[in-house]
């Protein structure tokens, strides 16, 4: 079984940075893709970013683009996101996720992590 724990998340000034890990067990993922969602209050999860696990090109939402990287560990199971420049809109729960199917399709991540709250203040 699957289980990702996100860690990381907290308050932070508009403009600052923070880093977000995702640390992954239960399987070996070497066919998955692991991404990055986020929730904002009222809103809908929305995509962030994403990786294949065993290597290749990242995704990224428009909103994020040069701001945010997403980047894997695999000797310690972890994913990150490198969340620079930091805007009071970034604020939401983001959770982890792992698609087996080796797509970007945001319907087929179907594992997730419980979320850490980022909160940027203006």
């Known amino acids: 079984q699957v289980q990702l724990v996100e860690s990381g998340g907290g308050l932070v000034q508009a403009g600052g940075s923070l880093k977000l890990s995702c640390a992954a067990s239960?399987?070996?993922?070497?066919?998955?893709?692991m991404g990055w969602f986020r929730q904002a209050p009222e809103k809908e999860r929305e995509f962030v970013a994403a990786?294949?696990?065993?290597?290749?090109?990242?995704r990224y939402a428009d909103s994020v683009k040069g701001r945010f990287t997403i980047s894997r560990d695999n000797a310690k199971n972890t994913v990150y996101l490198q969340m620079n420049s930091l805007k009071p809109e970034d604020t939401a729960v983001y959770y982890c996720?792992?698609?087996?199917?080796?797509?970007?399709?945001?319907?087929?991540?179907?594992?997730w992590g419980r979320g850490t709250q980022v909160t940027v203040s203006s």
């Open positions: 996720a792992a698609n087996p199917y080796g797509s970007y399709s945001p319907r087929l991540f179907n594992d």
């Open positions: 239960g399987r070996t993922f070497n066919n998955y893709v």
């Open positions: 990786i294949p696990w065993s290597g290749g090109s990242t």
